[in-house]
T-cell receptor, first 113, second 115 residues
Framework: GESVGLHLPTLSVQEGDNSIINCAYS??????FIWYKQESGKGPQFIID?????DKRQGQRVTVLLNKTVKHLSLQIAATQPGDSAVYFC????????????FGSGTQLTVLP | NAGVTQTPKFQVLKTGQSMTLQCAQD?????MSWYRQDPGMGLRLIHY???????DQGEVPNGYNVSRSTTEDFPLRLLSAAPSQTSVYFC??????????????FGSGTQLSVL
């Protein structure tokens, strides 16, 4: 899976199936995580976020799961649609005064008809 | 809602030329930042600001200058462009005081090519 540091270039899924995009992080002091979606030629758009005191958070068709034990984050997209085709980034914030987002390299999701 | 506005959208420079990438936000956000995006490397922080008159370096600040004279504007200056600065640049902002989350709002980007 994607890591804030490693690169998983592509993920292809059939339209209507569920998608799971993974992200590994290395800093145990990270206390806030965000998923962004970036369509071609556009800036990243916020999808969903989660704080480290939670294990799961749900939005509209999206769910983020956080496993702090293994430092793993995943984004689940239900009933994937063609409009979901994009690059997905996870980002983390490390607790403390700096509070700068660190981004992973992204996963390209392609939805097949 | 305009949100975060970046200009220009595309720019081609010759090595050694200077230019300023403009960024403006109309959400009264205290925090503004510049990122560059290179293939396979995600977004890397160049400079950021937590308010007018306050700027600080990010992960990759060399070759770039910033200033923050107003809350709304956060221009990024390349004093002497180099081919290594060919990239897509994103400006982003978020509120600081009273914020319930820390998500960044991004502009649509500036694609810069240095020949």
């Amino acid at each position: 899976g994607e890591s804030v540091g490693l690169h998983l270039p592509t993920l292809s899924v059939q339209e209507g199936d569920n998608s799971i995009i993974n992200c590994a992080y290395s800093n145990s002091a990270s206390d806030y995580f965000i998923w962004y979606k970036q369509e071609s030629g556009k800036g990243p758009q916020f999808i969903i976020d989660i704080r480290s005191n939670m294990d799961k958070r749900q939005g509209q068709r999206v769910t983020v799961l956080l496993n702090k034990t293994v430092k793993h984050l995943s984004l689940q997209i239900a009933a994937t649609q063609p409009g979901d085709s994009a690059v997905y980034f996870c980002a983390e914030l490390i607790s403390g005064s700096a509070r700068q987002l660190t981004f992973g390299s992204g996963t390209q999701l392609t939805v097949l008809p | 809602n305009a949100g975060v506005t970046q200009t220009p959208k595309f720019q081609v420079l010759k090595t050694g030329q200077s230019m300023t990438l403009q960024c403006a936000q109309d959400m009264n956000h205290e925090y503004m930042s510049w990122y560059r995006q290179d293939p396979g490397m995600g977004l890397r922080l160049i400079h950021y600001s937590v308010g007018a008159g306050i700027t600080d370096q990010g992960e990759v600040p060399n070759g770039y200058n910033v200033s923050r004279s107003t809350t709304e504007d956060f221009p990024l200056r390349l004093l002497s462009a180099a081919p290594s600065q060919t990239s897509v640049y994103f400006c982003a902002s978020r509120p600081l005081n009273g914020a319930t989350n820390e998500k960044l709002f991004f502009g649509s980007g500036t694609q810069l090519s240095v020949l």
